[in-house]
């Protein structure tokens, strides 16, 4: 089955960008998606086909897929951005979900 | 106001059954795919079942076929998910979800979520 990997935390100070990334295999044949989750809340959608942000998504988020990674970066960091991020992707039949990475805002 | 509201949840014995429900407002209902996905608890994200917006196409994720079985009702914008032979490793928050594309199939991304409802799968 398509796995979907991303490194369990990244640590950022406030004002500098952080980057996550999400490996899988030919993973830029595919679209990525991107999901901001704080706690108790539902997952929110921030970017979607690899790039495209949603209305209402600031611009300090953007992303990108190439080879076997996508990457979200979020630009300007603030205190806000503390959350859970999961990367998604459609492969053939099913959808499939990374393994979330922790953003810590420092 | 475009929204999603999951009920059913609940306590139920392992081997048991439970059907959650997900009422859909203020979008047309039938032009989206939509799924279901859960979380168990400190864990992540995880698909469970997607179906069609019109011609009731199926898929599932393999820990869940021939157990649990998505359905919809577009007469009443509800989307359903029946669960028989419930495990301990079923524990989790299930949100509803609709497909972004308006096309009526899976292939992209969520861009609506409920809110969720918890389903607990223990004696």
């Known amino acids: 089955s398509y796995e979907l990997t991303q490194p369990p935390a990244v640590s950022v100070s406030p004002g500098q960008t952080a980057s996550i990334t999400c490996s899988g295999d030919?993973?830029?044949?595919?679209?990525a998606s991107w999901y901001q989750q704080k706690p108790g809340q539902s997952p929110v959608l921030v970017i979607y086909?690899?790039?495209k942000r949603p209305s209402g998504i600031p611009e300090r988020f953007s992303g990108s897929n190439s080879g076997n990674t996508a990457t979200l970066a979020i630009s300007g960091t603030q205190a806000m951005d503390e959350a859970d991020y999961y990367c998604?992707?459609?492969?053939?039949?099913?959808?499939?979900f990374g393994t979330g990475t922790k953003v810590t805002v420092l | 106001e475009v929204q999603l509201l999951e009920s059913g949840g609940g306590l139920v014995q392992p081997g048991g059954s439970l059907r959650l429900s997900c009422a859909a407002s203020?979008?047309?209902?039938?032009?989206?795919?939509m799924s279901w996905v859960r979380q168990a608890p400190g864990k992540g994200l995880e698909w469970v079942s997607a179906?069609?917006?019109?011609?009731?196409?199926?898929y599932s994720t393999d820990s869940v076929k021939g157990r649990f079985t998505i359905s919809r009702d577009n007469s009443k914008n509800t989307l359903y998910l029946q669960m028989n032979t419930l495990r301990a490793g079923d524990t989790a928050v299930y949100y509803c979800?609709?497909?972004?594309?308006?096309?009526?199939?899976?292939?992209?991304?969520?861009?609506?979520w409920g809110q969720g409802t918890m389903v607990t799968v223990s004696s």
């Open positions: 179906i069609s917006g019109s011609d009731g196409l199926t």
């Open positions: 030919k993973l830029g044949q595919k679209y």
């Open positions: 203020g979008f047309s209902f039938n032009k989206y795919a």
């Open positions: 998604q992707a459609w492969d053939t039949t099913t959808y499939v």
């Open positions: 086909q690899d790039r």
């Open positions: 979800a609709r497909e972004y594309d308006s096309s009526g199939y899976p292939y992209d991304a969520f861009d609506i």
